[in-house]
């Protein structure tokens, strides 16, 4: 193939990922943003909506593209993910949030707006209050860092019906996120942007949010690279390492290599999986079907005998329910609630991993 065969060809590539139909856009407060500064389409937080169409499994998802609370990577942190949300059955709404000169707490209140008008609206975009998440990029990651760590139940006396609407997120995806203003790998202009050149220790303090984590965190997952210079993976070591002391069920994937901003890493034989494995987290997290979870126990025998050592699976016939996992040790396995199938019907799948003895 020619270079210029080649150019023609990648450039119909990357069309067909950028353009479609417009999505809706829908403005958070219709009558005017509390705090804005003018009339701009800077100064109008909104959503815009991608639903998940006919495969729709009741899933949402708030997606914060990064920029350094500067710009908003729209395309590659915003759209594409929200596609391939789409694509397992998650409704995505790509956050347009208030960027520098606006300071803490505005981005915060227009992720946290963005969580209650979704569940004020759920029976309207056909998603389930109690599955609504966030994600974010970068600085996006920074704002979905204090989303899953700075929420409220929400006010039952607000004269606003979506004010009534908790602002805790279901769960939180984190990529290669801003975490820390304080740590010698703090990412200063991210810090800048939202607070301001005069940012007190205390201010830095309370945006630094693995020091924030408790047990009313939600489930996190979240993904790095080793070549990461531009936000270091300790950002993302550091909020894994809180979630785990408080309980907090996380998952966390390093990639050895990738620079910062990668999106979704078309093409890269390894990187590419990360989006991938969030479907698979979302899956066993329970969080793309209803249901509640139930404990498993059971024995194994092979040839009239305990099996010694080795798996069972308990794989859905409904493809958006959880496998239930465990080893077998001397033919017997549990599954605690927390890893629980939901009810449904199962294929059994048992591995033997062959004997155990001394020596």
Known sequence: MSRGVLVMFLCAVL??????????????WP????GAKGSADA????????????????????????GGYAIHATDHEGVQPAKYFNSIGVTAFVLRYRLSPYRHPI??????????????????????????????????GHLTSTAVTHFDAGRADAVDPIERQSSRPSFGVLGY?????????????????????????????????????TQETPPVFLFHTSEDTGVPPENSLAFYA?????????????????????????EHPALQNWIGAVGVWLRQNALLATGERQEVQGQVQKNGQPLAWGTVA??????????????????????????????????????????????
Not at 331 to 350: C, H, M, N, Q, T
């Open 242 to 266: 809180a979630c785990h002391k408080a309980g907090v069920p996380a998952e966390l994937h390093v990639y050895q290599q990738g620079p910062h901003g990668v999106g979704l890493a078309f």
């Open 177 to 213: 996120p801003v975490v820390s203003f304080v740590a010698e790998y703090a990412h200063r202009g991210s810090a800048k942007n939202l607070l301001g050149e005069g940012a007190t220790d205390e201010q830095l303090q309370s945006l630094s949010n693995d020091q924030h984590v």
């Open 31 to 34: 009558e005017g943003a509390p």
């Open 43 to 66: 100064d109008k937080p909104g959503l815009w909506v991608y639903p998940a169409g006919s495969g729709a499994n009741g899933a949402a998802v708030v997606i914060c593209p990064g």
């Open 107 to 140: 981005p915060l209140g227009d992720a946290q707006r963005a969580l209650r008008y979704i569940r004020a609206h759920a029976g309207e975009f056909g998603v389930d209050p109690q599955r609504v998440g966030i994600m974010g990029f970068s600085a996006g």
């Open 314 to 359: 308990l794989k859905p016939v409904q493809g958006n329910q959880p496998t239930g996992w465990a080893l077998v040790r001397g033919g017997r396995f549990a599954i605690a609630k927390s890893a629980g199938v939901l009810p449904g019907e199962y294929d059994v799948v048992v591995t033997d991993m062959g004997a155990v003895a001394p020596g």
């Open 15 to 28: 069309g067909g990922i950028v353009m479609g139909a417009e999505p809706e856009f829908r403005l958070l």
